[in-house]
């Protein structure tokens, strides 16, 4: 789930999640949208889950993911 520190400003300043470009966030919920309406696939073979939109969209999520983490970690402050 996408929650708001999950953003930053890009140069341009843009709304982006974390890690990703203003394209990849607009693309990520573009294939989420599709991904979140269409029907599950029949699992053929434990390597076939996925779509081509399902790949991508794990990419850019494990992108974010990725940057999110340290990220997150240095803003947080200690009392």
């Known amino acids: ?4 520190d999950d953003y930053e400003l890009d140069d341009s300043g843009n709304r982006v999640l974390i890690g990703l470009t203003a394209e990849e966030t607009a693309e990520y919920f573009r294939l989420d949208e599709i991904i979140s309406k269409s029907m599950p696939l029949p699992q053929v ?5 996925y779509r081509p939109e399902d790949r991508r969209w ?8 990725s940057a ?7 803003s947080k402050t200690m009392h």
Do not use: G, V
């Open 45 to 49: 073979t434990r390597d076939e889950w």
């Open 58 to 65: 794990l990419e850019l999520y494990e992108k974010h993911e």
């Open 68 to 74: 999110r983490r340290p990220f997150l970690k240095s």
């Open 1 to 4: 789930m996408i929650k708001d």
